[in-house]
């Protein structure tokens, strides 16, 4: 049966589909099939005959399976803006019916792990109304958060987790991306979180290094 996960971030450029792509990998050594999914992508490029985004060929190709980037991302919007000012500057809206039912579709490949990454922070809007957030917790699907840590990730990261649980949804972990080497006082702010997020870290992703998450497996599974 395929266990589905929702990765977010704290904020946008926190390293979510480095993450993600860590995690499908990892699963991978470990025998399991694992798919990536990047529902809402903004800022494509036109190659290949179609609309291409970097974070979706990422997950694409550390995906066990061979699946069409367009099932990987089926939302596709040039330009590198939120995502729903982007839809409304081509004068379309985001079809929450897509995302759903592309989280379907690729659950009829069976994979063993299916991550669905989101676009920027928890609180994405698809629209005036609506937020990313909604079809996640109409989805109940458990949530990773992916942590950047820098300057104001403490509180990032512990109002995200305090949404995430307001919303009924369950916080499955966190994991700790190192953005520079340099961030000052990295195993303070560390320990911090350690101590006051309400779930466990799942790993540790250290600034160009491989990541540490062997907590990860037996937590996702």
Known sequence: MTKAYFVTGTDTEVGKTYTSCKILQAFTRHGKVALGYKPVAAGCEWQNNQW??????????SSSLHVPLAEINPITLPEPIAPHIAAQRQGNTISEKVIVDGLQSLQQYQPDILLMEGAGGWRLPLSQERFLSDVVRDLQLEVILVVGMRLGCLNHALLTAEAIIADGLTLKGWVANQLSANMPVFEENLATLDALMPAPRLGLVPYRDEPDLSGLIEVLG
């Open 52 to 61: 291409e985004n970097e974070d979706a060929l990422a997950l694409q190709a």
